[in-house]
């Protein structure tokens, strides 16, 4: 899409990653920078931190470099929608990458690459189901979560509360706990 875009010969990508530490995160930086080497496109991969104001600056610097397309995995959903918008009016194309931005944003991104969130939580669901299925037994269960600010997040608990309900095993959900961070070591603890 962005070669149907330009008259130039190289083409240019901002990636804005919401953050590097994450083995997903890895996974897209590696993948995404074989396929730009394999095309030949000038791909710029940015490090948002998971925090959302490092990510705007960086989105900013993306527009005033007019870069060809741009593709966000959001750090927090909800802090992209006048980001969107701003991207948008340059004429530069989005593309969403892992988790969709917040509704609002719908008009401004050109496309979405990801999964369905609320899916995530029937599947977590459906993973304890086949682990305790003969067990009897009632499950207790604790629920770490990612960031309040983020709609994937939103989504995959909305999705999992509800699975809970219709599971085929009695699952008690003692508690939900927020990470703040996208951290191992915090959600483990």
Same mark, same amino acid.
């Given at each position: ?9 190289? =083409? !240019? ?10 083995? %997903?995160?890895?996974? +897209? /930086? &590696?993948? %995404?920078? $074989?396929?730009?080497?394999? @095309? ?14 490092? *990510?705007?600056? *960086?989105?900013? *610097? ?14 927090? !959903?909800?802090?992209? !929608? ?8 340059? #004429? =530069?194309?989005? @593309? ?17 690459? #990801? /999964?369905?969130? !609320? ?15 003969? %067990? ?5 269960? /604790?629920?770490?979560? +990612? $960031?309040?600010?983020? @709609?994937?997040? &939103? ?8 699975? =809970?309900?219709?599971?085929?095993? *009695?699952?008690? @959900? ?8 996208? &951290? ?6």
């Amino acid at each position: 899409g962005a070669y149907a875009e330009t008259d130039s010969e190289e =083409i !240019t990508i901002g990636f804005l990653f919401c953050g590097f530490d994450t083995p %997903s995160a890895q996974a +897209g /930086v &590696n993948a %995404s920078k $074989a396929r730009a080497d394999e @095309l030949g496109v000038n791909l710029i991969q940015l490090d948002g931190e998971f925090n959302a104001q490092v *990510q705007a600056d *960086q989105a900013l *610097q993306l527009i005033s470099m007019g870069v060809d397309a741009i593709i966000v995995n959001a750090a927090f !959903t909800d802090a992209f !929608t006048d980001l969107a918008r701003q991207i948008s009016e340059a #004429g =530069i194309p989005l @593309l969403a990458w892992c988790q969709r931005l917040s509704p609002e944003t719908d008009e401004y991104v050109d496309c979405f690459v #990801g /999964v369905d969130d !609320t899916l995530c939580g029937p599947w977590a669901i459906s993973a304890i189901e086949d682990a305790f299925a003969d %067990s009897g037994e009632e499950i207790n269960v /604790v629920e770490v979560r +990612g $960031a309040l600010g983020s @709609l994937c997040y &939103n989504n995959r608990h909305d999705g999992f509360v509800n699975a =809970i309900e219709d599971s085929s095993v *009695q699952i008690n @959900l003692l508690e939900t706990q927020v990470a703040e961070s996208v &951290n191992a070591d915090e959600g483990q603890t």
